[in-house]
């Protein structure tokens, strides 16, 4: 099936650093998402992307669909301690379900 | 908020119990999702609901059944539960009404499965 390879894993930075993660996958997808997850709670979404090469921006994040529509990346400048929290990538394929496949997330820590 | 409810959020049951997990959302959206989470996975799509009494499989739907008799109710049940079903249980709406459906969901908070 199809996959999402996100990374790095986990992250352990310093408050004001900024922080870059990435997403791969061997297939096309029509759509990027960007969400993030706090503890004991579901994913909120952060950023969408809708076209290849597409760039966006959303306070501090920023986000980029691939040209190749094969990958995507997030961008969090000068981070904070609220940051803190499990990123997820997420494409879709079709465009008419809304299925999603996602990445394994990557847990950000940032020490103030 | 996009007005959705899970219940029960925690519940501990034995393997072979049925158990019948609820989403309920008070927007009127046509499409619902069930994701679960595990560690290393991320979320997997279980089944989703395109409407009343409209569903289809995803990912990972063995072992599990859905059903939607009103626009606001999605329930997942599994049969007969196994220990490789504890997991946190997420449902999602998309907010999507017309034909394209970019997948922008919303999450509810969760429900964490335990089965003993």
């Known amino acids: 099936g199809q996959q999402l390879n996100q990374s790095p894993q986990s992250m352990f930075i310093q408050e004001g650093e900024d922080v870059s993660m990435n997403c791969t996958s061997s297939?096309?997808?029509?759509?990027w998402l960007w969400y993030k997850q706090d503890p004991g709670e579901g994913p909120v979404l952060l950023i969408a992307?809708?076209?290849?090469?597409e760039l966006t921006s959303n306070g501090r994040l920023t986000a980029q669909f691939g040209i190749t529509r094969k990958d995507s990346f997030l961008n969090i400048s000068a981070s904070i301690p609220s940051d803190v929290g499990i990123y997820f990538c997420?494409?879709?394929?079709?465009?008419?379900?809304?299925?999603?496949?996602f990445g394994q997330g990557t847990t950000l820590q940032v020490k103030p | 908020d996009a007005g959705i409810t899970q219940s029960p959020r925690h519940k501990v049951t034995e393997t072979g119990t049925p158990v019948t997990l609820r989403c309920h959302q008070t927007?009127?959206?046509?499409?619902m999702y069930w994701y679960r989470q595990d560690p290393g996975h991320g979320l997997r799509l279980i089944h989703y609901?395109?409407?009343?009494?409209?569903?289809d499989k995803g990912e990972v739907s063995d072992g599990y059944s859905v059903s939607r008799s009103k626009t606001e109710d999605f329930l997942l049940t599994l049969e007969s539960a196994t220990s490789s079903q504890t997991s946190v249980y997420f449902c999602?709406?998309?907010?999507?009404?017309?034909?394209?459906?970019?997948?922008?969901?919303?999450f509810g908070e969760g429900s964490r499965l335990t089965v003993l």
């Open positions: 999602a709406i998309s907010r999507s009404s017309g034909r394209e459906n970019t997948g922008e969901l919303f």
């Open positions: 297939s096309i997808f029509n759509t």
């Open positions: 992307l809708y076209k290849a090469g």
């Open positions: 997420a494409g879709s394929v079709t465009s008419n379900t809304g299925k999603l496949i």
């Open positions: 927007e009127n959206h046509r499409y």
């Open positions: 609901s395109y409407g009343v009494k409209d569903t």
